[in-house]
């Protein structure tokens, strides 16, 4: 029988997305529709004195002109804490926030409908660095105060680990606002049904949420919401957050006609969130012979305006804070503080690539200054089945990282003695770097589950429900893999209806890596219950013990005779409509956790938890400050690869995304207008990349698959970091590692002192 999971079948729709046909938000046509836009605030933080509208409505073509007094449910939206405005009624706390609503009949129309709206403003002491936002003095931009949110993780008695510890080293790092840069702009259309349903395509991560949302903001049931996931051109977490949704709801409320709104390039950059910048003051122990002793970290995350992801993320930073290693005392407090900078959500790792740069830095610095190798001070300390985390969980059999190094060893070690002492220029010199990681799949210490539905029609033909948005990820090629191998069915012969809160049963988020390990769960679960209703069926007429039955490319047969005894799925699917028997199963799955204690952070956050080591070379002109990244070699345990081709591609999408966080890009408010601007990686830039796929079984997942969308991003930066640091002798502490930086570092050898400073003590 032909085996499904464990087989690089072509990506769903692949040939569709390639050739054009498949529909993006922009590409769906609508008759009559009118055209959304924003006008948005150039102000960072000043109170709202007055909105002028009156010569926008009398401009030609503009037919709609909507402000917060125009919203009838609630104003506010947000995904772990709901503090945003849809439109701003009294305040902007960022630039770009959104104040008008306008519509018009065309572009140009809309255009100087925007331009003639005034708006006058009462300027407000804004907040822009993090430290600043804590201070006793500080303008306060929520009424609550400067502070989102607060996670300490407490494990053991760090000072006795201290104490203990041969050396200890404390350094700070910096990380940088990074703009998600995915293809397709944010973009999305509606019309009201028939039934007086407002009906919205749209480019987005999680339509179920969506409809919550746009539907709290009109105050209508959510039924009368309907999210349908157009084709999404990338998202990388920011889709995750309401953005044209809610906008083009209001239009379809008052104006009564289909409604279109498609960000610009600019307005991405404007209006949709970032990665958290961070600053992080780490404090690592270990004794003399490098095992780790205690480990106390002090992080701040830059939130920006309004909350978005920001409590989940120092969430998430705070549990990783320690990286894949075994450290009896732990002392971890991670805070999201609001700035009047942009917003800053989910991005590709929550927190954790930037606590990674943290950590396996110490890890290097360690290792130098006890003369230990890099990989074996890791091995020394790495976590394996049985160990306590910092939340004190024990792990299950399910853990990977040993094997990684062990993949990565015999590549590091001939990079050692052989590529970095190679004949290069004068003014170059090479370096060698590891990185790794672990990440918890799923959200952190909290119910996530995912439902996903089967359903075999009268002729035998099977159709798979699921929520899960495909943002060009191949959750759909996964998921209907899993269905396959349940059912013994080809891809090909498989129904799917995705992400369309109408038809398909909530997935939930496509974020924290989770829809292999918890929507593929739900998925096998549903068409399990499918298989052992068509196997039930089939031993009454088949008469041949269950035992015996299996199902294989449409049929239901008696799998150990040469000959078989079988019947069709057809066959098959009108006996269960002529008893009335069930035709639609339901599967249902949500990972074993509990939640953090919230004075210790003691808890088990996650079901499961992927590994993986990262190996960097990297070439630096000490005359220019250039980096080059020659070569990536990257061990990813990933339980089981469903599609091995896809694992291979989301890791080597990861590492290009990683050589940019780690050397080049930076969102600069007021300066970054384009993606030139954001110095993204091209092709030349993207090194040699060699992935390995671990699979190290995870019980709980389907088939012992996990997760890896996130993972693959996340030990590349400080795999480059550690490199950049041996090719120098001396190391950087602030993202990006750019020319400018480098060189300095080059011509200038300070290191940080390391102390924790007065503002994170105080708080």
Request: negative net charge; contains cysteine; charged residues 25%.
């Amino acid at each position: 029988m032909k085996r499904w999971v464990g087989t690089s079948v072509p990506k769903i729709r692949a040939v569709d997305l390639v050739t054009g046909k498949a529909l993006f938000s922009d590409d769906i046509q609508l008759g009559d529709a009118v055209i959304l836009g924003v006008f948005r605030s150039e102000k960072s933080h000043a109170r709202i004195m007055s909105v002028d509208a009156k010569r926008a409505i009398e401009k030609p073509g503009v037919i709609g002109v909507l402000t917060a007094a125009d919203v009838p449910g609630r104003n506010l939206h947000g995904l772990s804490l709901p503090d945003q405005p849809l439109l701003a009624e009294d305040r902007v706390r960022f630039v770009g926030e959104a104040i008008v609503l306008v519509a018009a009949e065309n572009r140009e129309a809309l255009k100087k409908g925007i331009e003639a709206i005034e708006v006058k403003f009462e300027d407000l002491p804004g907040v822009h660095r993090i430290e600043d936002a804590l201070k006793h003095d500080a303008p306060r931009i929520h009424e609550k105060g400067n502070v989102l949110f607060k996670r300490a993780i407490k494990k053991g008695d760090v000072e006795k680990g201290f104490s203990k510890s041969s050396i200890i080293v404390e350094r700070t790092y910096r990380t940088q606002l990074v703009e998600h840069n995915y293809l397709e702009p944010d973009a999305g259309l509606g019309y009201i049904d028939k039934d007086g349903v407002f009906v919205i395509y749209c480019s987005t991560q999680n339509p179920h949420d969506d409809q919550k949302q746009v539907a709290e903001i009109l105050g209508v049931k959510q039924e009368q919401v309907r999210i349908i996931q157009a084709s999404t051109g990338g998202g990388f977490g920011s889709k995750l957050d309401l953005t044209v949704q809610g906008y083009i709801g209001l239009a379809l409320y008052h104006l009564k006609r289909p409604a279109r709104l498609v960000y610009s390039r600019e307005e991405t950059y404007l209006a949709t969130p970032k990665r958290h910048p961070f600053m992080i003051e780490m404090k690592t122990g270990a004794t003399s012979d490098g095992r780790l002793q205690a480990v106390r970290v002090k992080a701040l995350l830059d939130t920006g305006a309004y909350a978005s992801f920001g409590i989940a993320v120092a969430v998430r930073s705070a549990v990783h804070a320690t990286g894949p290693y075994e450290v009896e005392n732990v002392e971890a407090e991670c805070l999201a503080v609001y700035t009047n900078n942009p917003i800053a959500g989910a991005m590709r790792g929550f927190g954790v690539p930037q606590i990674a740069f943290a950590h396996e830095s110490q890890m290097d610095i360690l290792a130098g200054e006890l003369g230990i190798d890099p990989l074996a001070i890791r091995r020394l300390n790495l976590v394996k089945p049985g160990s306590a985390t910092a939340t004190r969980q024990k792990l299950g059999p399910g853990v990977g990282i040993s094997a990684a190094l062990d993949v990565i060893e015999p590549h590091y070690r001939e990079a050692k003695s052989h590529w970095k002492e190679g004949r290069i220029p004068e003014s170059k010199t090479r370096g060698v770097g590891l990185g790794t990681m672990w990440y918890g799949i799923g959200t952190t210490g909290i119910k996530n589950p995912s439902t996903a539905k089967v359903e075999i029609n009268p002729d035998g033909k099977v159709t798979l429900y699921t929520g899960a948005a495909d943002i060009g990820q191949g959750s759909t090629t996964v998921l209907t893999q899993i269905a396959c191998e349940i059912l013994g069915l080809a891809p090909e012969d498989m129904n799917l209806v995705v992400a369309d809160t109408k038809l398909t049963p909530v997935a939930g988020y496509t974020s924290a890596s989770r829809q292999t390990y918890i929507s593929g769960n739900a998925v096998k679960h549903a068409a399990e219950r499918l298989a052992d209703a068509l196997i039930t069926e089939a031993i009454e007429v088949l008469n041949v013990p269950r035992e015996q039955l299996g199902l294989r490319e449409g049929f239901v047969e008696d799998i150990y005779q040469d000959v078989p005894k079988k019947i069709s799925l057809r066959d098959l699917a009108r006996g269960l409509y002529q008893k009335n028997l069930p035709h639609v199963w339901q599967g249902y799955y949500d990972p074993d956790t509990t939640p953090l204690d919230p004075d210790t952070g003691a808890g088990a956050p996650y079901g499961a938890y992927s590994f993986a080591c990262q190996l960097a070379l990297v070439e630096v002109d000490t005359e220019t400050g250039e980096v080059s990244v020659s070569r990536i070699v990257a061990a990813h345990d990933v339980g089981k690869a469903i599609n091995p081709q896809n694992v291979e591609g989301q890791i080597q999408g990861g590492v290009a995304m990683g050589v940019g966080f780690a050397v080049m890009e930076q969102y600069i408010p007021g300066k970054t207008v384009s993606m030139g601007d954001c110095c993204l990686p091209t092709s030349l830039d993207v090194p040699s990349i060699q992935p390995f796929i671990v699979e190290v079984h995870e019980p709980s997942g389907p088939f012992g698959a996990k997760g890896v969308g996130e993972p693959a991003l996340i030990p590349t930066t400080p795999a480059i970091l550690n490199a950049i640091a041996d090719a120098l002798g001396d190391r950087i502490y602030t993202l990006p590692a750019n020319a400018e930086r480098v060189w300095k570092a080059c011509h200038k050898r300070i290191r940080p002192k390391g102390e924790m400073s007065d503002t994170l003590r105080d708080h």
